[in-house]
């Protein structure tokens, strides 16, 4: 059969239903050949869309999100979306055309080295260099994407390789010499862990991205529970633990709450579940958690001591690893005896650390709408976050009760993710409701899609925090350089109530909290695709904020 017949059944053997692209010359064959197959092509308007379509996709479902794009720009177009999944840890196998080889390396037309541009921002990328290569190298991106530490991976097709034919094989398993995925934990390991942790006083639990990834969150409540230890999360951790759990202290870091923060760093030991502990999750190091046992749980034997210094640590699954833990610990003698204090003190930072509520201004006020769209949805309803104030005021006020229902782009911090991930998302579950929280900023850059919500009827509500203002900049000038305002500035362009209608969405302006909450409820039970245009103070901070160059206790709670 023809390459690109093999590449649309190798899909399916893979159990892919939906494709997330936008279709150019050099995938015209593969484009051909779905033409009449079950598999749904969702049609970005961007390429770099697609790709966050397909991140979406694999963060709600768990399974590998599937993005195409024509060679030349669509595939460079294709790069921050993979470069957004791959840092994430989201397993999205990205397919790009490529010119025929025979003039490859001739510089022609829409001809680009993908696999050098992408060789630092995936997990792994090939060329096929024969139509029989492709099932092999179909397989194999999948696997590799969606095991271990999951990541995006790059396929590259050159065009005569989908038209020429050969004959084919689908191979059911695939191995690579020097690529072993170690899931289970060394009993030894465990053995350290559970010790330590059974003698903490003050013990403290840093759930990441690897607690949702390896849907160990039942375990981690039940281990917080038996140590009566409170949970602080990562960005990407959120959702890990019942946001309404009275042991969930909050996001840990930059813009973290005062009770996590502090937490953190007065424990005695430190349990780190599947985090990277990044810049914006420690602070400065130095101050990071100084007296603390640090046991890191990595699936990712790279993430151990690489920032924080470990006293121990357990290399596994983290689902695997919290079961050898909690088996452990339910045959030792926990000293309690402390719990009631270490609690108390949970409480009293987080009443010495909320920030005053503010009054006397015209506009709405950013926690207060996060609040009240908490309100408004049921409470297993999708969220994706922009990036910038918007995706703090979400991390800080937005309460999620259960894993893979709160998404955001974390390490890479892309603008513009939060949109096509929620379309991406709404593919995946088109049973619940989807929510995209913006910024007016973020949102301009990735608006086009809304002609794929209406086209392809996947409705999704956007929530746009609009302050005219690329607001996360605009805050940093205004503390740290003295408000001075370059290049952040938006003007009154475009208005995104005409701008939903002229794709066919609904737009609506709500002045006050309640209208907002009926907005929001309309816009759910209509299951329709709007664009609910909240006007805020550009003034407005996100606080609690840890400026920069300081430690986990230096918080900021107003200006």
Same mark, same amino acid.
């Given at each position: 059969?023809?390459?690109?017949?093999?590449?649309?059944?190798?899909?399916?053997?893979?159990?892919?239903?939906?494709?997330?692209?936008?279709?150019?010359?050099?995938?015209?064959?593969?484009?051909?050949?779905?033409? @009449?197959?079950?598999? #749904?092509?969702?049609?970005?308007?961007? $390429?770099?869309?697609? !790709?966050?379509?397909?991140?979406?996709? +694999? &963060?709600?479902?768990?399974?590998?999100?599937?993005?195409?794009?024509?060679?030349?720009?669509?595939?460079?177009?294709?790069?921050?979306?993979?470069?957004?999944?791959?840092?994430?840890?989201?397993?999205?196998?990205?397919?790009?055309?490529?010119?025929?080889?025979?003039?490859?390396?001739?510089?022609?037309?829409?001809?680009?080295?993908?696999?050098?541009?992408?060789?630092?921002?995936?997990?792994?990328?090939?060329?096929?260099?024969?139509?029989?290569?492709?099932?092999?190298?179909?397989?194999?991106?999948?696997?590799?994407?969606?095991?271990?530490?999951?990541?995006?991976?790059?396929?590259?097709?050159?065009?005569?390789?989908?038209?020429?034919?050969?004959?084919?094989?689908?191979?059911?398993?695939?191995?690579?010499? @020097?690529?072993?995925? #170690?899931?289970?934990?060394?009993?030894? $390991?465990?053995?350290? !862990?559970?010790?330590?942790?059974?003698? +903490? &006083?003050?013990?403290?639990?840093?759930?990441?991205?690897?607690?949702?990834?390896?849907?160990?969150?039942?375990?981690?409540?039940?281990?917080?529970?038996?140590?009566?230890?409170?949970?602080?999360?990562?960005?990407?951790?959120?959702?890990?633990?019942?946001?309404?759990?009275?042991?969930?202290?909050?996001?840990?870091?930059?813009?973290?709450?005062?009770?996590?923060?502090?937490?953190?760093?007065?424990?005695?030991?430190?349990?780190?579940?599947?985090?990277?502990?990044?810049?914006?999750?420690?602070?400065?190091?130095?101050?990071?958690?100084?007296?603390?046992?640090?046991?890191?749980?990595?699936?990712?034997?790279?993430?151990?001591?690489?920032?924080?210094?470990?006293?121990?640590?357990?290399?596994?699954?983290?689902?695997?690893?919290?079961?050898?833990?909690?088996?452990?610990?339910?045959?030792?003698?926990?000293?309690?005896?402390?719990?009631?204090?270490?609690?108390?003190?949970?409480?009293?930072?987080?009443?010495?650390?909320?920030?005053?509520?503010?009054?006397?201004?015209?506009?709405?006020?950013?926690?207060?709408?996060?609040?009240?769209?908490?309100?408004?949805?049921?409470?297993?309803?999708?969220?994706?976050?922009?990036?910038?104030?918007?995706?703090?005021?979400?991390?800080?006020?937005?309460?999620?009760?259960?894993?893979?229902?709160?998404?955001?782009?974390?390490g890479l911090g892309t603008m513009g993710w939060g949109f096509p991930a929620a379309i991406g998302a709404k593919a995946a579950r088109p049973d619940l409701p989807v929510v995209d929280i913006a910024g007016d900023g973020s949102f301009g850059m990735t608006e086009n899609n809304l002609a794929t919500c209406v086209e392809e009827d996947l409705p999704v509500v956007v929530v746009v925090l609009n302050n005219r203002v690329l607001g996360m900049v605009a805050q940093w000038q205004r503390l740290f350089y003295d408000r001075r305002y370059m290049a952040v500035e938006l003007g009154e362009s475009p208005d995104f109530v005409k701008l939903a209608e002229a794709y066919g969405a609904v737009g609506v302006r709500p002045e006050t909290l309640e209208e907002f909450e009926r907005v929001v409820g309309k816009?759910?039970?209509?299951?329709?695709?709007?664009?609910?245009?909240?006007?805020?103070?550009?003034?407005?901070?996100?606080?609690?904020?840890?400026?920069?160059?300081?430690?986990?206790?230096?918080?900021?709670?107003?200006?």
């Amino acid at each position: 059969m023809s390459g690109a017949r093999a590449f649309v059944e190798a899909l399916s053997q893979e159990g892919v239903e939906t494709l997330f692209g936008v279709t150019g010359g050099a995938v015209l064959p593969i484009c051909d050949e779905l033409w @009449g197959s079950d598999l #749904r092509f969702v049609m970005a308007r961007h $390429e770099q869309g697609a !790709a966050h379509m397909a991140d979406g996709f +694999a &963060r709600v479902s768990g399974r590998v999100g599937v993005c195409l794009a024509t060679s030349g720009p669509g595939a460079t177009n294709l790069v921050t979306g993979i470069a957004t999944a791959n840092i994430d840890s989201s397993p999205v196998v990205a397919f790009t055309g490529q010119v025929p080889l025979s003039v490859l390396g001739t510089d022609a037309f829409q001809e680009v080295d993908i696999i050098g541009i992408t060789a630092s921002a995936t997990k792994y990328n090939i060329q096929v260099r024969r139509p029989g290569e492709i099932p092999h190298a179909v397989r194999s991106a999948f696997h590799i994407a969606s095991t271990g530490r999951q990541g995006a991976v790059l396929v590259d097709l050159p065009k005569d390789t989908q038209i020429d034919s050969e004959d084919m094989e689908f191979p059911e398993d695939v191995s690579f010499r @020097g690529y072993e995925v #170690r899931l289970e934990p060394n009993p030894r $390991e465990l053995d350290w !862990a559970a010790t330590l942790l059974s003698k +903490a &006083r003050r013990p403290v639990i840093m759930a990441g991205g690897g607690v949702v990834a390896s849907n160990a969150s039942p375990e981690l409540i039940r281990l917080a529970e038996m140590l009566v230890a409170p949970v602080a999360t990562s960005l990407m951790g959120k959702g890990a633990i019942p946001g309404d759990h009275p042991l969930f202290a909050g996001l840990c870091g930059m813009h973290g709450t005062g009770e996590a923060n502090l937490l953190v760093s007065d424990a005695d030991v430190l349990l780190v579940l599947g985090a990277r502990m990044s810049d914006r999750t420690t602070a400065r190091l130095e101050d990071f958690s100084p007296a603390a046992k640090v046991i890191h749980v990595d699936i990712d034997r790279s993430e151990i001591d690489k920032n924080v210094e470990t006293v121990t640590r357990v290399i596994g699954d983290a689902r695997l690893a919290l079961k050898g833990i909690l088996e452990r610990l339910s045959m030792m003698s926990l000293d309690r005896s402390t719990n009631g204090e270490w609690l108390k003190k949970m409480e009293r930072f987080r009443e010495e650390y909320t920030p005053p509520e503010l009054s006397g201004n015209p506009h709405l006020r950013a926690p207060a709408v996060m609040k009240a769209l908490r309100r408004a949805l049921p409470r297993d309803a999708l969220v994706t976050t922009e990036v910038g104030q918007n995706q703090m005021w979400a991390a800080l006020y937005f309460d999620a009760y259960a894993p893979r229902t709160f998404l955001s782009s974390g390490g890479l911090g892309t603008m513009g993710w939060g949109f096509p991930a929620a379309i991406g998302a709404k593919a995946a579950r088109p049973d619940l409701p989807v929510v995209d929280i913006a910024g007016d900023g973020s949102f301009g850059m990735t608006e086009n899609n809304l002609a794929t919500c209406v086209e392809e009827d996947l409705p999704v509500v956007v929530v746009v925090l609009n302050n005219r203002v690329l607001g996360m900049v605009a805050q940093w000038q205004r503390l740290f350089y003295d408000r001075r305002y370059m290049a952040v500035e938006l003007g009154e362009s475009p208005d995104f109530v005409k701008l939903a209608e002229a794709y066919g969405a609904v737009g609506v302006r709500p002045e006050t909290l309640e209208e907002f909450e009926r907005v929001v409820g309309k816009a759910v039970s209509d299951n329709m695709t709007t664009v609910i245009d909240v006007m805020i103070d550009p003034e407005e901070n996100v606080f609690p904020m840890v400026p920069p160059g300081k430690g986990l206790r230096d918080i900021l709670v107003e200006a």
